[in-house]
Nanobody
């Protein structure tokens, strides 16, 4: 059973920064592509970014490109999402998710088998 736990959410003013963490308990995370998704109130969950197993390849949604950075530390079984220049429209519950070992990155939420419980990010104007 893969267990993912997000942390680092909170309230921040527009233009500020937050860093989210996604930690995996149990077996290593290094075999999994990891993605971040978010869901704003009244909206469907949307793709934000994903990172390859080694960390050498990343992909971002246009809405966050240039502002958000995904990274990972496989020794710590943790993936990070650094969010800079935050905007009120970034307000959402942020989820990390992992694909089954060996599968490539995906922007589709149904391609991910393991999910965290989510962490709230609120950006005030």
């Amino acid at each position: 059973q893969v267990q993912l736990v997000e942390s680092g959410g909170g309230l921040v003013q527009a233009g500020g920064s937050l860093r989210l963490s996604c930690a995996k308990s149990g077996s290593t995370l290094s075999r999994n592509v990891v993605g971040w998704f978010r869901q704003a109130p009244g909206k469907e969950r949307e793709f934000v970014t994903h990172i390859s197993r080694s960390g050498g390849s990343t992909y971002y949604a246009d809405s966050v490109k240039g502002r958000f950075t995904i990274s990972r530390d496989n020794a710590k079984n943790t993936v990070y999402l650094q969010m800079n220049s935050l905007k009120p429209e970034d307000t959402a519950v942020y989820y990390c998710a992992a694909r089954r070992p060996g599968l490539p990155g995906s922007t589709i939420e149904y391609g991910y088998d393991y999910w965290g419980q989510g962490t709230q990010v609120t950006v005030s104007s």
